[in-house]
């Protein structure tokens, strides 16, 4: 296991360089203690898909909460319906009629059939449905051209769900079909994990909002749109009123910003301009700046005013990979949901070999062809563009020179 974190940063960290840099696991293991769940709120039955429970949901009905008819046709007594076949058609008398969501006003005896639609409740005395294909009716009589057992057909109390049964546990995150569970034992609203909230501060003077055209020597922020669709994911709030100037007092101000969360991107390295690890280490804690990564090296964290703090790059794939690495396990914990990475994962071999550097782990985009691993040859870390044209990532740790052409390696697929 690695060694704590133990900072000793200045507090101006500019023009200086690193001095050193965390190992990833050192970073998680000082994230993971730092990360406990927000607190929890009541939130109604249409508003619940996509939110995590945060309290464990017990049925007190049964469903169905009587027996109910599965198909279309004649609830009869399956003894009754004994032998009966297109050849040898057995003649019942039809006694009564029953609808869904109406009490059955009939029961059957020796002889008789009740003609039942699809969710009826069962008459008293009926043990089986015959489907309509499988009878011929005429006002009072049905023919029977089929056999069936007891209970076909038939949906009994609590088949679906029985009272008193844990139906879903806290930490779930809720799908649609979830919702439908509780809705159906009648449950209005439900206790789920507060979203944390987010603030994303994005800098840079050559930066132009997100939806202008580049122009002359000034770029487009892509970083904002991209980190507010990954809080999101993650089950995070997102705040971000826009491009902060690149001034000390303006980061301070946005950082200090009521969150549980801030997410700087853009100078967090140790330029002349990088305002931000200063202001960290000035007026918070300055925990950790430069972890052993390719990219997103320059990335840093601490706390300040009780609020996580995470100084991602401004370079595109180094923020999306900082943020995926660091900032995205906070907010999954805090939402209460799991800390992992929410990319399903392969092992495919490699079509040729990857190349890595002992020391440092590298996060190394790559293609599927063939079902083979096609690592992408890939210079900077800001052709965002990169992580479109890839179909997922291969993690290289940093005891690894890298992997020879042929071996299985795990890839963590972007979709």
């Known amino acids: 296991m690695d060694a704590e974190i133990s900072p000793h940063h200045p507090t101006d960290v500019r023009m200086r360089g690193f001095a050193s840099r965390a190992t990833?696991?050192?970073?998680?293991?000082?994230?993971?203690?730092?990360?406990?769940?927000?607190?929890?709120?009541?939130v109604v039955l249409a508003d619940l898909a996509g939110r995590v429970l945060a309290a464990d949901i017990s049925s007190d009905v049964d469903v169905p909460a009587f027996d109910r008819a599965m198909m279309d046709g004649f609830a009869v007594r399956a003894e009754d319906a004994s032998g009966a076949s297109a050849y040898n058609r057995l003649t019942l008398a039809i006694v009564g009629e029953a609808l869904a969501g109406q009490p059955s006003p009939s029961k059957v005896c020796p002889g008789q059939a009740v003609r039942i639609m699809t969710g009826a409740p069962m008459p008293?005395?009926?043990?089986?449905?015959?489907?309509?294909?499988?009878?011929q009716s005429e006002l009072r009589e049905v023919s029977i051209m089929g056999q069936v057992?007891?209970?076909?057909h038939v949906g009994r109390i609590?088949?679906?769900?029985?009272?008193?049964?844990?139906?879903?546990?806290?930490?779930?995150?809720?799908r649609p079909q979830d919702v439908g569970v509780l809705a159906s034992i009648g449950v209005a609203q439900a206790k789920v994990f507060s979203k944390p909230r987010v603030r994303i501060v994005v800098t840079g003077n050559e930066l132009l909002p997100a939806g202008s055209r580049p122009i002359g020597s000034q770029v487009v922020d892509c970083n904002g749109p991209m980190l507010m669709a990954l809080i999101r994911r993650d089950g995070g709030l997102p705040i971000y009123p826009g491009i902060v100037p690149d001034d000390p007092a303006s980061v301070l101000s946005a950082m200090r910003d009521p969150a549980d969360v801030v997410i700087v991107?853009?100078?967090?390295?140790?330029?002349?301009?990088?305002?931000?690890?200063?202001?960290?280490?000035?007026h918070g804690r300055l925990e950790v700046h430069g972890v052993a990564m390719r990219p997103s090296s320059p990335?840093?964290?601490?706390?300040?005013?009780?609020?996580?703090?995470?100084?991602?790059?401004?370079?595109?794939?180094?923020?999306?990979?900082?943020?995926?690495?660091?900032?995205?396990?906070?907010?999954?914990?805090?939402?209460g949901l799991p800390r992992r990475w929410p990319y399903q994962a392969v092992r495919l071999p490699l079509a040729r070999k990857l190349v890595s550097t002992v020391g440092r782990l590298d996060y190394a985009r790559v293609k599927i062809v063939d079902d083979r691993v096609e690592p992408l040859a890939i210079s900077g870390a800001s052709m965002l563009s990169s992580t479109t044209r890839a179909d997922g990532f291969v993690v290289v740790p940093e005891d690894s020179e890298g992997y020879p052409p042929g071996v299985e390696v795990e890839v963590w697929l972007y979709d």
């Not at 005013?305 to 794939?317: I, K, M, T």
Request: hydrophobic residues 35%; glycine residues 14%.
């Open 124 to 135: 008293e005395g009926a043990d089986a449905v015959i489907p309509a294909e499988m009878a």
């Open 265 to 282: 991107s853009g100078g967090s390295s140790v330029g002349q301009e990088d305002h931000a690890p200063t202001l960290l280490a000035q």
């Open 299 to 335: 990335t840093g964290m601490g706390r300040m005013d009780q609020c996580l703090v995470f100084l991602l790059p401004g370079n595109p794939v180094s923020c999306l990979c900082a943020y995926d690495f660091f900032a995205g396990r906070a907010i999954r914990a805090l939402a």
């Open 24 to 42: 990833v696991n050192q970073v998680w293991q000082w994230i993971d203690g730092e990360t406990g769940r927000t607190s929890s709120e009541m």
């Open 158 to 174: 609590g088949e679906d769900i029985r009272c008193g049964t844990t139906v879903l546990r806290e930490g779930r995150r809720l």
């Open 149 to 152: 057992t007891p209970g076909k």
